[in-house]
């Protein structure tokens, strides 16, 4: 649930209203959300760096979940 909010967040340019409306909740849940995940993660939201931070993480995540049903080959039988 936080991981969703957060990434919604994020996806509306940190837009709260827009993200509560897409997330189909009330804008005090968001900011009470968003609040959780600012002390679950010690980073600030208004901060670039942080924000930064946070969306390439989304970014890292979501491209990790998209490889899980891709089978990995060992290095030596990418060279055969």
């Known amino acids: 649930?936080?991981?969703?909010?957060?990434?919604?967040?994020?996806?509306?340019?940190?837009?709260i209203g827009l993200a509560a409306n897409k997330l189909y909740i009330h804008r005090n849940t968001l900011t009470s959300r968003l609040t959780k995940i600012q002390e679950i993660?010690?980073?600030?939201?208004?901060?670039?760096?942080h924000c930064f931070e946070l969306s390439l993480s989304l970014f890292a995540y979501k491209l990790y979940r998209s490889q899980e049903n891709f089978k990995v080959l060992p290095v030596e039988q990418l060279h055969s």
Do not use: F, P
């Not at 993660?41 to 760096?49: C, G």
């Open 1 to 15: 649930q936080l991981h969703q909010t957060l990434r919604t967040y994020m996806a509306c340019d940190k837009n």
């Open 41 to 49: 993660l010690n980073k600030d939201l208004n901060n670039v760096d």
